[in-house]
């Protein structure tokens, strides 16, 4: 099993910033990728970020892309999600999420993952 903790949500303006983190704890003696992804009230959950286990491979959504990067410490085993130049439509909860195999072509889908933090949630506002 494991588990996965969120934190770094909150309020911010237009145009702040937030970083998120994201700590696995449990059976995290191998290698294995990490995501984020975001649902918004009435929306599906959508794909945000994604980093491979070696952090040479970071997948975004074109919604983030030049905003949002994903990084991680694996000393930690923790991922961040730093949130640059925010925006009212990215208000959601933000979910972290831990996949022991995630291909190339199949990051973007939920079920490709795993585990599943409970979530932070994130306020933007105009």
């Known amino acids: 099993q494991v588990q996965l903790v969120e934190s770094g949500g909150g309020l911010v303006q237009a145009g702040g910033s937030l970083r998120l983190s994201c700590a696995a704890s449990g059976r995290t003696f191998s290698r294995y990728a990490m995501g984020w992804f975001r649902q918004a009230p009435g929306k599906e959950r959508e794909f945000v970020a994604a980093i491979s286990w070696s952090g040479s491979s970071t997948y975004y959504a074109d919604s983030v892309k030049g905003r949002f990067t994903i990084s991680r410490d694996n000393a930690k085993n923790t991922v961040y999600l730093q949130m640059n130049s925010l925006k009212p439509e990215d208000t959601a909860v933000y979910y972290c999420?831990?996949?022991?195999?995630?291909?190339?072509?199949?990051?973007?889908?939920?079920?490709?993952?795993?585990?599943w933090g409970q979530g932070t949630q994130v306020t933007v506002s105009s």
């Open positions: 999420a831990f996949a022991w195999h995630l291909e190339t072509s199949s990051f973007l889908n939920p079920s490709s993952y795993d585990y």
